[in-house]
């Protein structure tokens, strides 16, 4: 498509405006099952998802905008014990199911009806089933800028029905929102649900306003069972107890290893932001696997933690790479960071990373606390004034001793590291919801202070999320 720019005494411009994606089937607000679905004249209803599986399997599908009110809707409930509403069709990895809402989030799929009746199912799942019982299962499917409201439980399930290890693979989510979800018991409650998968990405989500009836800390943006090497990337969380809550393995299944969380944003969450990072039940599998990783996070928390993890005692897994992370406080938690690891084996390196308490005082248990002979690189770290790191001794015992470190001088001395750290006080560009707020003003403490790497012969770079090269800190839709 041409548009042509004109004016009295100026030239004639002509540019190229993007062309609308096209999609092999179409669905709408006041589509009909009878109906082809090949044009946007001629959509299909929502309940196609369904009744059309055979048809868009392998295909992609455009929502078209409006809501989509499915809270009176029963579950899928195929054979394979899938409990969704709409049990998504799988692709192949050469080409997958794409379900995705013509415009962002114009698509809003609402599963609770005026008088707040929330349908207890899932809104999106399938249940994944294992190739020759290991790897690359059903899976191969991205879903796309839709936006999920209203749900009691869980808006997305993706689930594994088998117990041999990962048997789903190719599963992305991007683009999406998920708000106002609500369950009536302290019990978990996701707004993503992903069991048995093999590197699931979430991608530029946001999550807001998930609740459950109690503190358990159920209500959750990302919950990963018997995953491995899974990416929760620039999604933005508010208004819930935790962003990611990577639990363990699932009865029977594979372990859960190598999570990375990068580039996300949260704040005015209930509980720890990030829980887990360990695989620390289910599973006794001590084989070295991948590292976690969390970095280029912004966390800004109250009296709750950025990161509670620990091992339970499964020795020989995986070290962890926290760097690159910013943490706002405002309150005093018992725990900013608190890394309770196994053996040696297990170590975590921490670097790079600011920490600024807007107000509160230093935490008991530790801006950082990390157990004795699990220290990696951990160094060029901006904390605050007044602050406290702690070594937790005896070696895997979440309820040892936190040894207090309280000047620069006092930790260099217990690690021989944290050479390049310092104390100080930020000044950010701004102070109001939005990740850019917080990058750091020209001539503030922690610019140039890092190191790539949190090496000394590393190049130079900001503290923080904001490094100087990172151009995205949560979803690009946070201001709508």
Not at 78 to 102: H, M, Q, R, W, Y
Not at 131 to 146: A, K
Not at 298 to 315: K, M
Request: hydrophobic share 30%; with cysteine.
């Amino acid at each position: 498509m041409l548009v042509c720019v004109s004016g009295p005494g100026s030239r004639l411009y002509t540019s190229a405006a993007p062309e609308p994606e096209v999609f092999d089937f179409y669905i709408g607000p006041s589509g009909s099952d009878s109906n082809d679905g090949l044009t946007t004249e001629t959509p299909w209803a929502i309940t196609a998802l369904n009744t059309k599986r055979a048809s868009y399997a392998g295909n992609s599908v455009g929502i078209l905008d409006g809501t989509y009110d499915v809270s009176e809707f029963d579950s899928y409930d195929t054979e394979d014990g899938n409990t969704a509403i709409f049990g998504i069709a799988s692709g192949t990895t050469e080409s997958p199911t794409l379900i995705k809402s013509v415009n962002p989030r114009g698509a809003i799929l609402n599963a609770k009806n005026g008088s707040d009746v929330r349908s207890t199912h899932p809104i999106m799942g399938t249940t994944f089933t294992s190739v020759g019982g290991n790897v690359g299962g059903t899976g191969n499917t991205i879903i796309d800028g839709i936006h999920f409201t209203g749900a009691k439980y869980s808006m997305l399930w993706w689930y594994s029905g088998t117990t041999s290890s990962w048997g789903g693979s190719g599963l992305i989510i991007r683009n999406c929102d998920f708000s106002d979800q609500y369950y009536e018991e302290p019990d978990n409650a996701p707004a993503i649900m992903i069991t048995g998968c093999d590197a699931p990405l979430i991608q530029n989500c946001r999550f807001r306003d998930i609740d459950v009836n109690g503190t358990g800390g159920g209500a959750v943006g990302v919950q990963l069972y018997s995953c491995r090497r899974s990416v929760i990337e620039k999604c933005t969380g508010y208004n819930i107890d935790r962003l990611v809550d990577d639990k363990h393995a699932n009865s029977g299944g594979g372990r859960l290893e190598s999570t990375i969380v990068r580039y996300c944003h949260t704040y005015s969450t209930r509980n720890p932001t990030l829980f887990g990072f360990d695989n620390w039940q289910g599973d006794t599998d001590d084989a070295p696997f991948e590292a976690y990783e969390i970095y280029g996070n912004l966390f800004r928390i109250g009296a709750n933690e950025a990161l509670e993890s620990h091992s339970g005692g499964v020795v020989g897994q995986s070290s962890t790479k926290i760097h690159g992370n910013t943490i706002i406080v405002a309150g005093t938690p018992a725990a900013i960071i608190a890394r309770v690891v196994a053996d040696e084996a297990m170590a975590c390196d921490f670097y790079n990373n600011l920490i600024h308490r807007a107000s509160g005082s230093a935490p008991g248990d530790g801006d950082y606390a990390i157990s004795e002979g699990a220290i990696g690189v951990q160094d060029y770290n901006g904390y605050p004034t007044s602050f406290n790191v702690c070594i937790i001794t005896p070696i895997n015992d979440p309820g040892g001793t936190f040894v207090d470190h309280t000047t620069l001088s006092a930790i260099r001395t217990a690690t021989g590291q944290e050479a390049g750290s310092n104390t100080g006080t930020p000044t950010f560009t701004g102070s109001g919801d939005l990740a850019t707020d917080y990058q750091l003003q020209v001539g503030s403490f922690g610019r140039d202070m890092g190191r790539v790497g949190g090496l000394s012969g590393g190049a130079s770079r900001h503290i923080g999320c904001w490094d100087g090269v990172v151009t995205q800190v949560g979803c690009d839709f946070e201001g709508e």
